[in-house]
């Protein structure tokens, strides 16, 4: 392990998204958690989704909360279109509006492709990647009522949907994982240029290998580390708070030409680092 691990330091300026109202979908754990507490600690209010663990989101709140901005933790399936819309509404009542939203919420459901069920790939599938189109699809009604308040933002909205360094490398035993993040790649990109005109941006975070529960097995043993490091030309693996930089500087008007675009935050994993002595 690289001596250089870790960075949880805190390099977020403390009022870069002062005044705007966050929903962070899977935010009670991992990547999700980590973004939904930077985005407060740059100053928003943040909407914690949930749909298992609600003691973890409710302790997500209260260190939010410590920076002096509002959150809530709500509870929904992202993947059932009802729970979707009563959460944004519920959302735009309680917090006046909706300005960021994080579409991260996703889950693994592995298998070698004969053994995979129907139920396996449907249920990836319907959360991963149907699950982010309705969150976006709500949110951009409000973003479209509302339109922009430039004292807030130059922009309407701003939707990160979350990806994987898997839309592009394909991965075997976990077709449907890959299936459903290449398909986030073209649904962003696809909304992004139907949404640009309205003001309001559409752009995707890709991790690549980030310490969170979902990866466990593949960075808990020293083992299992050396094995994936070779995978990582930077020699580190990463930390949630990596890809919850990248949201934030996504969300704020610093990125604000940003439209369309995928960040990828793999340490150079997607520069094919085995041929980097061969090929």
Known sequence: MSSTEGTSRNVIPAQLLR????????????????????LGRAGADVVVNYVAGREEAEKAV????????????YEADVSVEDQVVAMTNRMVQEFGTIDILVANAGLQRDAALTDMTLAQWQKVLDVNLTGQFLCAREATKEFLRRGVVPEVSRAAGKIICMSSVHQIIPWAGHVNYASSKGGVQMMMATMAQELAPKRIRVNAVAPGAIKTPINRSAWETAQAQEDLLQLIP?????????????????ASDLMDYVVGTTLYVDGGMTLFPGFATGG
């Open 62 to 73: 209260e260190e939010i909360t410590a920076f002096g901005v509002r959150a809530a933790a």
């Open 234 to 250: 930077y020699k580190r693996i990463g930390d949630p708070e990596d890809v919850a930089h990248a949201v934030v500087g996504l």
């Open 19 to 38: 005044g705007q109202k966050a929903l962070v979908t899977g935010a009670n754990s991992g990547i999700g958690r980590a973004t939904a507490i930077a």
